[in-house]
């Protein structure tokens, strides 16, 4: 199936150790997701490789056979216009010095869909990561010329297996499937839980 454009990259960061939702001012937003929305000028592109991996040859009676299984381990080089500069050291794992400054610390874990579309733009396919670490490993900064040159926001994405998904760092989704929920979904990724409702009166 062809996939049509960058829709929406959303990004979340989870406790490491119990893998909950980080909010307010331990997250990147009240909720704790983080939609790269065109008001910051959006995505540019999502590069997304390593999701699958050949195994290892197994011969008899002198021919090919079989392969062994391989786990992929994907990784997503990421391009955006314009990250907020906050959120950027957030998923960084860098760490304020109370002065302006910010030094590397422990990188922490991040969770992020990237949302595409089908050719006709009817039904949206999410590549979901639940568990993984942001880097970035170059700025090139260039003079303007006559025209403005700008570096983008390019960070890396690397993806790391997920237990309840077998081992497995990544999903994908889609509305396509009358069984697709959303919700579940976001529970799945970011580790978004619905409130409680608050017990009716007698």
Do not use: C, H
């Amino acid at each position: 199936m062809a996939l049509r454009g960058l829709q929406l990259i959303t990004l979340s960061m989870r406790d490491k150790e119990t893998g909950a939702l980080l909010k307010g001012d331990a997250g990147l937003s009240a909720d704790g997701l983080f939609p790269v929305t065109t008001a910051m000028l959006g995505s540019k592109s999502a590069n997304v490789t390593n999701i699958s991996a050949n195994g290892t040859a197994v011969y008899g009676n002198n021919t090919k056979v079989d392969q062994t299984q391989t786990k992929g381990e994907p990784s997503v080089a990421l391009d955006f216009n314009d990250l907020p500069f906050d959120i950027k050291q957030k998923l960084l794992g860098r760490i304020s010095d109370g002065k302006g400054g910010y030094v590397q610390g422990d990188r922490p874990r991040v969770a992020m869909t990237i949302e595409t579309q089908t050719i006709n733009r009817k039904n949206s396919i999410w590549f979901g990561f639940a568990n993984g670490e942001v880097q970035e490993t170059a700025a090139n900064l260039q003079t303007d010329t006559n025209n403005e040159v700008r570096v983008d926001d390019a960070l890396t994405f690397t993806s790391f297996g997920v237990e309840e998904w077998g081992g497995e760092a990544m999903k994908v989704y889609s509305d396509i499937d009358e069984k697709f929920d959303k919700e579940a979904m976001q529970a799945d990724v970011f580790g978004v839980t619905k409130p409680t409702p608050a017990p009716s009166g007698n």
